[in-house]
């Protein structure tokens, strides 16, 4: 079984709507989460860190569920420019760094 | 700050020849990541290194894949001899040690491999 499952999409929404991915880890262990975002043939760039009481930031929204073992992003009023890839990331200890195979996004006008 | 370099951002090869790839991290960065991204498998961590030594390289994939860091200011990931199926966009990332900030990777542009 895979560190970290997600998605892959496409996700393709319109202007203006509101979007979710989820995420799922195996290790029960793991310590911190992120979310990263990568443009097309561009490095991966951290978007948010993942807090145990969640966290917004603007539009976006993370959320953490130990029991469950997942987390989520969710992108409110979305923009042409949040087409991306958001790559799912989980630490589980020592710098053990895993991260998801990325769910894509495009935005339509 | 110029952030993370890499070099060369493409290299096209033959089979069986050598490959290497270079990266400079942040400066005052200890901690330094090789990965490699495909479609098929994502991305990858090859190995890290802090402080200049190596600590874990469990994804170096075969012996034909080495890393090195002479100093803090760069490190070369070294492919002999290459195949097709290297063929991946290889990143270096660079991060700071230290209590609630050793998470942050900055990444740099990539180099993407082909292997003809």
């Known amino acids: 079984r895979k560190e970290v499952e997600q998605d892959p999409g496409p996700f393709n929404v319109p202007e203006g709507a509101t979007v979710a991915f989820n995420c799922t880890y195996s290790?029960?262990?793991?310590?911190?989460f992120f979310w990263y975002r990568q443009d097309c043939r561009k490095e991966p760039k951290l978007l948010m860190s993942?807090?145990?009481s969640g966290n917004e930031d603007g539009r976006f929204t993370a959320q953490l569920n130990r029991a469950s073992q997942y987390i989520s992003l969710l992108i409110r009023d979305s923009k042409l420019s949040d087409s991306a890839t958001y790559l799912c990331?989980?630490?589980?200890?020592?710098?053990?760094?895993?991260f998801g195979t990325g769910t894509r996004l495009t935005v339509i006008p | 700050d110029a952030g993370v370099i890499q070099s060369p951002r493409h290299e096209v090869t033959e089979m069986g020849q050598e490959v290497t790839l270079r990266c400079k991290p942040i400066?005052?960065?200890?901690?330094l990541f090789w990965y490699r991204q495909t479609m098929m498998r994502g991305l990858e961590l090859l190995i890290y290194?802090?402080?200049?030594?190596?600590?874990?390289d469990s994804g170096m994939p075969e012996d034909r894949f080495s890393a090195k860091m002479p100093n803090a200011s760069f490190s070369t990931l070294k492919i002999q001899p290459s195949e097709p199926r290297d063929s991946a966009v290889y990143f270096c990332?660079?991060?700071?040690?230290?209590?609630?900030?050793?998470?942050?990777?900055?990444f740099g542009p990539g180099t993407r491999l082909t292997v003809l």
């Open positions: 990332a660079s991060s700071f040690g230290g209590y609630g900030s050793t998470d942050t990777q900055y």
């Open positions: 290790n029960s262990a793991s310590q911190s």
């Open positions: 993942v807090y145990s």
């Open positions: 990331v989980v630490n589980t200890g020592a710098n053990n760094l895993f």
């Open positions: 400066s005052g960065h200890d901690y």
């Open positions: 290194f802090n402080n200049n030594v190596p600590i874990d």
